[in-house]
């Protein structure tokens, strides 16, 4: 039964995750006798990208006041709202698109994966380059994972569909946890990223609603994927100027 299910998570969550996380999770590096993003104290084995490098700790006022933080909170508030309307409607999206339920749900698999991927990569390049580059890759693949959608009946689309999304949500999972300490410092970390949670949590909770009333009003989901096409769009343009601001701040 799925109350047997609930049950047990919650015993895993409790009697497991809790003791592994007090017992190895720390509250920053330096209780390790580690720096961020460094070593041991040791020199480096090549120069650390300039962008890796965070001269002051910016206010959550000052940190809102620019354009790079909602470039980026702006395109995770968007694959939050996206994500979820099309994991809600999954089946829904499916059966307009004469696709089985089976083969519609299956598509998660390689889109995991491809997300898994895409994570590793997007983690491994992060210290290498700037990170508005990932953030244009992140809007570029929503923007493909969109039209998929609208095209969700044909073989091209079911392929931009499951690429797409998976290469943003890869993108997602690394920029969400890398962005904001290293663009605005770790001292306000909690407060400028719980403003970016909170705007995640509204986003997905607002995306279910919007693909239902598109099906309710019009027969179709046309309408609001063509609207969300339309975000992204934008956003790969404005992610050109989501620069560190930290290159502009005092050493």
């Known amino acids: 039964h799925w109350w047997g299910a609930w049950a047990l998570m919650g015993v895993g969550s409790i009697g497991i995750m809790a003791v592994l996380g007090w017992a190895f999770l720390r509250d920053n590096p330096e209780e390790c006798g580690l720096r961020m993003d460094g070593g041991s104290g040791a020199t480096p084995r090549r120069q650390p990208h300039a962008d890796t490098i965070a001269h002051r700790d910016y206010e959550r006022s000052e940190a809102l006041a620019t354009w790079p933080f909602w470039a980026f909170n702006l395109s995770f508030a968007f694959f939050a709202l996206f994500s979820t309307a099309f994991t809600f409607h999954i089946v829904s999206l499916g059966e307009l698109a004469g696709r089985p339920r089976a083969e519609i749900i299956n598509y998660f698999v390689p889109m995991a994966i491809l997300s898994v991927g895409t994570n590793l990569f997007c983690g491994w390049v992060s210290s290498r380059t700037k990170l508005k580059y990932l953030l244009v890759l992140m809007n570029l693949s929503a923007l493909v994972g969109v039209m998929g959608t609208l095209a969700l009946s044909t073989g091209y689309g079911a392929v931009a569909y499951v690429i797409g999304n998976g290469v943003c949500g890869g993108c997602f999972a690394a920029l969400t946890g890398i962005v904001w300490p290293r663009f605005f410092g ?43 096409a339309a975000v992204p769009a934008l956003l790969v343009i404005g992610s050109m100027w989501a620069d560190n601001p930290q290159r502009d701040a005092p050493a």
């Open 186 to 228: 770790r001292l306000r970390l909690g407060a400028i990223a719980g403003f970016g949670m909170s705007s995640m949590v509204i986003a997905s909770g607002v995306g279910p609603l919007l693909f239902g009333l598109s099906l309710a009003w019009a027969g179709s989901y046309a309408p609001i994927l063509w609207i969300c």
